[in-house]
């Protein structure tokens, strides 16, 4: 599969199709499934300094072409992670990629700190889509100072790679992408859920026990492939793009808005060996259309004339 192999800030991939955070859990839960070491790389559930219980159920429901979850963020904690999925996690042939989140900088900088300490990872992605509890709830991702801030921090101390998970949920994806970009991101990856909303008419109570919850899948592709492209074309660093992807097809477009990789995230729910068989596709996508290699296909949008 050399057609597919390509390069992002430094990380060899096989692929260009990584698993996404929150729809893959710790990777090796997936060892039966499918061979981890054929995928692209996987990113782990988001990992915060403490264990997380997460929100009350219902935390996922099935809407027109996607779904809504409200996991919040249910995880191990930093340490536990370290002890008991890592070791494992460093005998694979494929990219790691822990994501990482907080509600204050102080808790990205020592999630990322106990990192540091081990090996079996490629990067860290940030998951800027949280509020910060230190300046008032203010989500880092909708105000460049904070993001720049946090991105800023981690970066300082960060032995890998930095990736910056940004959220669709901003008036405007440029000035975001180009702050993560001038505080030292490596990347971005983009997008993240869109807040929704789902009602049962009969009970009249929300359908997701938190009430609202991140909508993802095909419905939010279209959206997903504007913001790629334009914040690929606002900055200089790597893209990777998510929202949707579910054919080789959807990857091959994400690629040519910009993206110099993608993620899979809710098809895997469906299929768990989702992003195989999309880099199966993506594979023949570029033989049938006489493409030499993926990175050929990269930022080539044309808009008519």
């Not at 822990?98 to 700190?113: I, K, L, S």
Request: with cysteine; aromatic share 6%.
């Amino acid at each position: 599969m050399s057609a597919l192999a390509t390069k992002v800030c430094g990380i060899e991939l096989k692929n260009p199709i990584i698993a996404a955070a929150g729809t893959f859990a710790y990777g090796v839960e997936f060892k039966e499934q499918l061979d981890l070491n054929a995928l692209g790389g996987f990113v782990v559930k988001g990992l915060s300094r403490e264990p997380i219980e997460g929100n009350p159920a219902p935390r996922v429901v099935e809407t027109a072409s996607g779904m809504m979850n409200s996991i919040g963020l249910q995880n191990i904690g930093v340490q536990a992670f370290a002890r008991d999925k890592l070791p494992a996690l460093a005998k694979l042939n494929t990219a790691v990629i822990a994501n990482v989140f907080g509600y204050r900088t102080e808790d990205y900088v020592e999630v990322v700190r106990v990192l540091n300490a081990h090996a079996g990872l490629a990067a860290y992605e940030l998951n800027v889509s949280c509020p910060n509890t230190k300046h008032g709830g203010i989500f880092f991702s909708n105000d460049s100072v904070l993001l720049a801030e946090v991105v800023s921090a981690v970066k300082a101390i960060a032995r890998r790679p930095v990736i910056v998970k940004l959220s669709p949920n901003v008036s405007a994806i440029e000035p975001v992408a180009i702050a993560a970009e001038q505080a030292g991101a490596d990347a971005l990856s983009l997008v993240n859920t869109f807040v929704a909303l789902a009602i049962d008419s009969k009970t009249r109570t929300t359908r997701i026990g938190a009430g609202f919850g991140g909508l993802s899948g095909p419905a939010i592709k279209p959206i997903a492939l504007r913001m790629v492209y334009q914040a690929a074309k606002a900055v200089k660093i790597p893209v990777i793009g998510l929202g949707g992807i579910a054919t080789g097809t959807d990857a091959a477009e994400f690629l040519i808005a910009g993206a110099q990789a993608v993620q899979v995230g809710t098809a895997s729910f469906w299929e768990p060996r989702a992003a195989l068989n999309i880099a199966k596709e993506l594979e023949q996508f570029l033989r049938r259309e006489k493409i030499g290699s993926v990175r050929d296909l990269v930022g080539t949008l044309k808009f008519p004339s």
